[in-house]
T-cell receptor
Framework: GAVVSQHPSWVICKSGTSVKIECRSL??????MFWYRQFPKQSLMLMAT?????????EQGVEKDKFLINHASLTLSTLTVTSAHPEDSSFYIC???????????FGPGTRLTVT | EDKVVQSPLSLVVHEGDTVTLNCSYE??????LLWYKQEKKAPTFLFML????IEKKSGRLSSILDKKELFSILNITATQTGDSAIYLC????????????FGTGTLLAVQP
């Protein structure tokens, strides 16, 4: 149980385009989903927290207009990187948790490369 | 500023060795400490610790938390090459959102 999927697993896009990444909890209802990014040889950095039916909460330094997050249902959250630039190239990972649980279950990640 | 520090940063051992990975933290509103294993992709959950002094065990892996000294250790006995990975320590904090702050990880390489 507690399986989280992400799509796509990798994407290459041109500078200036937008990319949407989906995160789905397959066998449970995720009241909260989290979006992280991870640069090579670095740890996971929390970008934003997404609660179903409400606006996402962004961490300090993360541009909310650039990283659009939508949590439309209890099983789906999306991250859209708008007007992507090469410095946005990274590994994006989502996680999901049950209500009142401290455990987060991670998706397999999405490797974004902006050329 | 909240922080989670792991040591060592990297470690190379031979199969059969026992390793101990360390995680210390300074986090306000501490809720829990979690250990994850990250291979090529996203982290997989190992343990969650909330109480001091109670060891959690799963096969050759075990972990314990000391909330007084603000640290945790992850032990791996009889290491295998399949244990090679980055081991991440994360601390859950805050209120209803239960966010995690991650350490930088320990890269473990197990040689045959």
């Amino acid at each position: 149980g507690a399986v989280v999927s992400q799509h796509p697993s990798w994407v290459i896009c041109k500078s200036g385009t937008s990319v949407k990444i989906e995160c789905r909890s397959l066998d449970f209802q995720a009241t909260t989903m989290f979006w992280y990014r991870q640069f090579p040889k670095q740890s996971l950095m929390l970008m934003a927290t997404s609660n179903e039916g409400s606006k996402a909460t962004y961490e300090q330094g993360v541009e909310k207009d650039k990283f659009l997050i939508n949590h439309a249902s209890l099983t789906l959250s999306t991250l859209t990187v708008t007007s992507a630039h090469p410095e946005d190239s990274s590994f994006y990972i989502c996680s999901a948790r049950f209500r009142f649980s401290y455990e987060q279950y991670f998706g397999p990640g999405t490797r974004l490369t902006v050329t | 500023e909240d922080k989670v520090v792991q040591s060592p940063l990297s470690l190379v051992v031979h199969e059969g060795d026992t390793v101990t990975l360390n995680c210390s933290y300074e986090v306000t509103n501490f809720r829990s400490l979690l250990w994850y294993k990250q291979e090529k992709k996203a982290p997989t959950f190992l343990f969650m610790l909330t109480s001091s002094g109670i060891e959690k065990k799963s096969g050759r892996l075990s972990s314990i938390l000391d909330k007084k000294e603000l640290f945790s250790i992850l032990n791996i006995t009889a290491t295998q090459t399949g244990d090679s990975a980055i081991y991440l320590c994360a601390v859950g904090y805050g209120g209803a959102t239960n966010k995690l702050i991650f350490g930088t990880g320990t890269l473990l390489a197990v040689q045959p």
